[in-house]
């Protein structure tokens, strides 16, 4: 679709939460598309993780987002969907690759959200294809089961602090879950989920930097839970790294079911967002130093320290192995 002015973020550029979401619908339509492809329950393909997606280009206001999806492997009760992003600026034709993203969905039953249902197999190319999917499988479902034992943290709001601390940019928001940001089954669409937490990192790393910013990369999102329509929700954010130019902020969203007295609140997603500070011009811009001050914050920079590091080492073996080929 066309990219309008009310997809912009304050830069001019469009939203990186908008093609967060953007991604997750077309990854919605193809699983769901695929796992009713049998005979069986009807079912809705739930979004279950994003693997980590690098914004290698800005889209444009005016440009065409085109986005397409393909299923690369199913487990028994999952499957892993690829999707890319091109930009296409139909004045001259030219067009690029903005963003590359894997997203795991589980469908569920349309008679029993609680029911997780099958997937039709899929054909291989070669052999190696299903060996490959088989490992990220398990890769993702042993970092989505750490990534849930750690998630105990809570913001709570600093009195009077300092510049450039973790309390001082640290953001919330409240969201009421309405109709329109559910699926069939009446829970939340995974891609207004990233949407609101890609605005909550914004707002964090603007307030730490006090510049323009964009998104450079989202570590992977995890879905612990389902969040169901009529819940209360609260995206948190809090700065836990930054590298000379670049900003590592920890998002979560904890859900409060009024509609389900019987349920206490509980943490529905986590991940880490990346973002760069820029000039008027679009350069890059040196990012403050973050103050830490107590044990837990230095202890989550050196974690953040440690995911900025491999990453870098990742990206640089990428550019070494491309070079040779």
Known sequence: RIMRPDDANVAGNVHGGTILKMIEEAGAIISTRHCNSQAGEPCVAALARVERTDF???????????????ITYTSRHSVEVQVNVMSENILTGAKKVTNKATLWYVPL?????NKVLEVPPIQYA?????????????????????????????IFPIINPEPHTVGYSQSSLIHLVGPSDCTLLGFVHGGVTMKLMDEVAGIVAARHCKTNIVTASVDAINFHEKIKKGSVITISGR??????????????VDADPFVDESRERYRAVSAFFTYVSLSKEGKPLPVPQLLTETEDEKRRFEEGK???????????AQLQQAARQ
Do not use: H
């Open 239 to 252: 700065m836990t790294f930054t590298s000379n130019k670049s900003m590592e902020i920890e998002v979560f």
């Open 126 to 154: 070669r052999k190696e294809q299903e060996d490959e999917g088989k490992k990220r499988y398990e890769e993702q479902k042993l970092d989505r089961l750490e990534t849930k034992q750690r998630n105990g943290d809570v």
């Open 56 to 70: 290698l280009s800005p889209v444009c206001i005016g440009e065409v987002a085109n986005v397409s999806a393909e």
């Open 306 to 316: 440690g995911r900025y590091l491999q990453t870098k080492a990742k990206r640089q």
């Open 109 to 113: 039953s349309l008679k029993n959200v």
